[in-house]
């Protein structure tokens, strides 16, 4: 189930193959997997947006640390929020928050080569 796009936008690049997704950790990226920038078919892990994850298994909350594509992108506000979401229905966390940093700063190169490869960059 997806609930955090709206399902409209075409041509959206599947998710690349998460490492060990029976993991905590794994099952937090997969969660990611499901948000989508709604200007690009890429989820927003494969972007290379998500720059770190905290979990702290005893406290069962997660911290991640994330940008954006520039600081004057329209959704801001919403792709923050739509990750925390996305984390809380995670099983075994409770707790989740979003810090969104700005450096370093966002490049193509940190994009995943499926999404590279499905925009035409390589």
């Known amino acids: 189930m997806r609930i955090f796009d709206s399902g409209e936008q075409k041509n959206r690049v599947p998710p690349s193959q998460t490492p060990e997704p029976q993991t905590l950790r ?3 990226i997969d969660a990611i997997k499901g948000v989508y920038d709604p200007e690009i078919p890429v989820n927003l892990y494969d972007l290379g947006l998500i720059y770190a994850i ?43 928050s979003v810090e969104l940093v700005w450096e370093p700063r966002w490049s193509r190169e940190m994009m995943c080569d ?7 960059l390589i």
Do not use: F, W, Y
Not at 114 to 120: C, F, V
């Open 54 to 96: 905290e979990i702290d298994e005893a406290a069962r909350s997660a911290h991640i640390r994330m940008t954006l594509t520039s600081p004057a992108c329209p959704e801001a506000h919403t792709l923050p929020n739509l990750v925390r979401q996305a984390v809380l229905l995670v099983e075994d966390i409770d707790s989740a």
């Open 26 to 28: 794994g099952r937090i």
């Open 114 to 120: 499926e999404a590279k490869l499905h925009l035409g």
